[in-house]
């Protein structure tokens, strides 16, 4: 059965850093992309950072260009993502998400991100873990 659960979640104060991941079971991440996405309550769910499956190229949301890294440890089947310089409005609900997702060929950077960071691209989630920063 295709599982993943996310784990490093918790309240932080502001400036502050936490480590999220997202560990799956009953298949091998490592040709997947694997996402990161969040929703706040009252809004939709948000693209935050995804890693492609072939060759690890990493894409980042705009709000969180330069405070999150995006790594992948194939050997622990395990996506990390790596927060720092949290801000209050980072308080969401985090949810790691897969799929095996084939850009077509001459794709440009800019529209491979926008399909990996796409929630609805993605068909296997875990259940998501809550992130609150707050002082």
């Known amino acids: 059965q295709l599982q993943l659960v996310e784990s490093g979640g918790g309240l932080v104060q502001p400036g502050g850093s936490l480590r999220l991941s997202c560990a799956a079971s009953g298949f091998t991440l490592d040709t997947y992309a694997v996402g990161w996405f969040r929703q706040a309550p009252g809004k939709g769910r948000e693209g935050v950072s995804c890693?492609?499956?072939?060759?690890?190229?990493?894409y980042y949301g705009d709000s969180v260009t330069g405070r999150f890294t995006i790594s992948r440890d194939n050997a622990k089947n395990t996506v990390y993502l790596q927060m720092n310089s949290l801000q209050p409005e980072d308080t969401a609900t985090y949810y790691c998400?897969?799929?095996?997702?084939?850009?077509?060929?001459?794709?440009?950077?800019?529209?491979?991100?926008?399909?990996?960071?796409?929630?609805?691209?993605?068909?296997?989630w875990g259940q998501g873990i809550q992130v609150t920063v707050s002082s």
């Open positions: 890693i492609s499956g072939i060759g690890g190229s990493t």
């Open positions: 998400a897969a799929a095996f997702l084939s850009p077509a060929p001459g794709w440009s950077r800019q529209a491979i991100q926008a399909m990996c960071l796409l929630p609805n691209n993605f068909g296997s």
